[in-house]
T-cell receptor, first 113, second 111 residues
Framework: DAGVIQSPRHEVTEMGQEVTLRCKPISGHDYLFWYRQTMMRGLELLIY????????DSGMPEDRFSAKMPNASFSTLKIQPSEPRDSAVYFCAAGPGAGNTIYFGEGSWLTVV | GDSVTQMEGPVTLSEEAFLTINCTYT??????LFWYVQYPGEGLQLLLK?????DKGSNKGFEATYRKETTSFHLEKGSVQVSDSAVYFC??????????FGAGTRLFVKA
């Protein structure tokens, strides 16, 4: 099993540009999570999906952030327009069901200058 | 709401020293409890877990026991190695699918 695959691994972009982060979850894992990690705020859950449907997006910081899961094997997190305070590591994670371990990708390291 | 509190780091130890990282949780009912580890440049990965009171999770020499009476899940290892240097996250999960993570504790092990 290849695990959760994220791309890009690293991205540097200018303020105001659109950023799209991509995730391929583990096949058969019905839950997909997007987390953001920063030194100041630690690990924050942004949104999670079950069977491709967004269940809880209360962690999405503002309207500049959006996430989609058009099918079971692909999800995107988009920031438009990006700002320097969005600089962070964004993790995608997948889980097989309630009460279970979740499996993280290696993260997308975003720097907005 | 549910929360997880773990000791602040960084924790710096010499190789072969004993490790304890404290973790306490607040939750209504009995959550499952986890320790995740994050090595530099990588995502979090499960280290161990316990799903009910008095359960002991163990892996790679690390152990943690689910203590309902003290609402704790402290991580221990008898003899740390340089390769254990990482950030350790305590986490809880009750009922639904929203894992609650602690702030993380960075461990440095010196040779």
């Amino acid at each position: 099993d290849a695990g959760v695959i994220q791309s890009p691994r690293h991205e540097v972009t200018e303020m105001g540009q659109e950023v799209t982060l991509r995730c391929k979850p583990i096949s058969g894992h019905d839950y997909l999570f997007w987390y953001r990690q920063t030194m100041m705020r630690g690990l924050e859950l942004l949104i999670y999906f079950n069977n491709n449907v967004p269940i809880d997006d209360s962690g999405m910081p503002e309207d500049r952030f959006s996430a989609k899961m058009p099918n079971a094997s692909f999800s995107t997190l988009k920031i438009q327009p990006s700002e320097p305070r969005d600089s962070a590591v964004y993790f995608c994670a997948a889980g097989p069901g309630a009460g279970n371990t979740i499996y993280f990708g290696e993260g997308s390291w975003l720097t907005v200058v | 709401g549910d929360s997880v509190t773990q000791m602040e780091g960084p924790v710096t130890l010499s190789e072969e020293a004993f490790l304890t990282i404290n973790c306490t949780y607040t939750a209504t009912g009995y959550p499952s409890l986890f320790w995740y580890v994050q090595y530099p440049g990588e995502g979090l990965q499960l280290l161990l877990k316990a799903t009910k009171a008095d359960d002991k999770g163990s892996n790679k020499g690390f152990e943690a026991t689910y203590r309902k009476e003290t609402t704790s899940f402290h991580l221990e290892k008898g003899s740390v190695q340089v390769s254990d240097s990482a950030v350790y996250f305590c986490a809880s999960l009750r009922g639904g699918f929203k894992t609650i993570f602690g702030a993380g504790t960075r461990l440095f092990v010196k040779a």
